[in-house]
Antibody, heavy 120, light 110 residues
Framework: QVTLRESGPALVKPTQTLTLTCTFSGFSLSTSAMCVSWIRQSPGKALEWLALIDWDDDKYYSTSLKTRLTISRDTSKNQVVLTMTNMDPVDTATYYC????????????WGQGTLVTVSS | QSVLTQPPSVSGAPGQRISISCTGS?????????VHWYQQLPGTGPKLLIY???KRPSGVPDRFSGSKSGTSASLGITGLQAEDEADYYCQSYDSKLDVVFGGGTKLTVL
């Protein structure tokens, strides 16, 4: 079955760089139309899409955050990594990774999420 | 401010039917991009409820339905149950190359 799990620091300081890892199983990111997305949710707020990497190693970023984000993959480890630079308290959120289908861009399997707090 | 607009809250009694609207624009829903819906139960991650405007993943009861017209979409839930109390989000794609979500709707079962 398809599973995804996010890992990374629970606490980062302002201006630091956040690195999150999504480890998945049950599918291959080398398979056509397979993608992995990162989505976040600030406390009490809506979902916000951040980035996506597809089976062809093409990368897509949120227009508003693209200067701060980098997404990459290690297909041998079934991992996708997201880095976000210059973290700010407003970036405090639960960060999810999800399997996403290219074309329609819906996410059919999600991780449980990891809460990242930005505070000095 | 979300690109897709949803009502902040809706409510209904058990057994009733409710609908949740999702309004976009000509650069997303109106550009023929499909609409998807997610259910987020309290304290959990989102779960895909409807994809491709009106398709249900395996395991989702047929009490849940989706529709789309013009620049708007709608999620319908019939035979409302207490376990349906959750936040619901619509999602589409925008021609500015962004995946976009609605602001979410909190469903309260009275």
């Amino acid at each position: 079955q398809v599973t995804l799990r996010e890992s990374g620091p629970a606490l980062v300081k302002p201006t630091q760089t956040l690195t999150l890892t999504c480890t998945f199983s049950g599918f291959s990111l080398s398979t056509s139309a397979m993608c992995v997305s990162w989505i976040r949710q600030s406390p009490g707020k809506a979902l916000e899409w951040l980035a996506l990497i597809d089976w062809d190693d093409d990368k897509y970023y949120s227009t508003s955050l693209k200067t701060r984000l980098t997404i990459s993959r290690d297909t041998s480890k079934n991992q996708v990594v997201l880095t976000m630079t210059n973290m700010d308290p407003v970036d405090t959120a639960t960060y999810y990774c999800a399997r996403t289908l290219y074309g329609d861009f819906y996410s059919d399997f999600w991780g449980q999420g990891t809460l990242v707090t930005v505070s000095s | 401010q979300s690109v897709l607009t949803q009502p902040p809250s809706v409510s209904g009694a058990p057994g009733q039917r409710i609908s949740i609207s999702c309004t976009g624009s000509s650069s997303n829903i109106g550009s023929n991009y499909e609409v998807h819906w997610y259910q987020q139960l309290p304290g959990t991650g989102p779960k895909l409820l409807i994809y491709g405007n009106n398709k249900r993943p395996s395991g989702v009861p047929d009490r849940f339905s989706g529709s789309k017209s013009g620049t708007s979409a709608s999620l319908g839930i019939t035979g409302l149950q207490a376990e349906d109390e959750a936040d619901y989000y619509c999602q589409s794609y925008d021609s500015k190359l962004d995946v976009v979500f609605g602001g979410g709707t909190k469903l309260t079962v009275l």
